[in-house]
Structure formats: C-alpha cells, structure tokens
C-alpha cells in the first residue's frame, strides 16, 4: 500500500505501525511516531492499524548541542 512517510511516498506491505517500522528499516531503533499527525506511543504500535495514502511521521532523537 502506499503510505507518506515524513513527507515522502513509500510503498509498503505491512498493516500495522510495529511492522512498518522493521519493513521501512527502522527495526528496534528508539523513534517517535505520529500518524496523520496524532502521536503514536510505542505500546500502541502493535494495535495502530495503517490505510492507503494514511502520513506517518518517524523521528528520532538528535544528540550535541
């Protein structure tokens, strides 16, 4: 299905939010989601069902300063 992902269009199996995560690549790393712009805590990952054209945001934490 394809899906925008921070902006960008991907094509992607997966269903669920967990899964989208380990197929786009982002496996066990420590991010923050939001989908259609509602954040999205990681426990709820596994129950967060994904639709065509749905915008899922991926951030991760930046270190310096």
């Known amino acids: 299905m394809k899906i925008f ?7 992607i199996r997966a269903t669920r939010l967990d899964a989208a995560l380990t197929e786009l690549g982002y ?3 420590r991010v923050a989601t939001a989908l259609d712009g509602a954040f ?4 709820a990952r596994p129950d967060t069902a994904l639709a065509p ?7 991760a ?4 300063g």
């Not at 999205?40 to 426990?43: I, K």
């Not at 749905?54 to 951030?59: I, K, N, P, Y």
């Not at 934490?61 to 310096?64: I, S």
Request: net charge negative; proline share 16%; with cysteine.
């Open 53 to 59: 054209g749905c915008a899922l945001e991926v951030l």
């Open 5 to 11: 992902l921070n902006g960008e269009p991907r094509e």
């Open 27 to 29: 496996g066990d790393a």
């Open 61 to 64: 934490p930046m270190q310096g």
């Open 40 to 43: 999205v805590p990681a426990p």
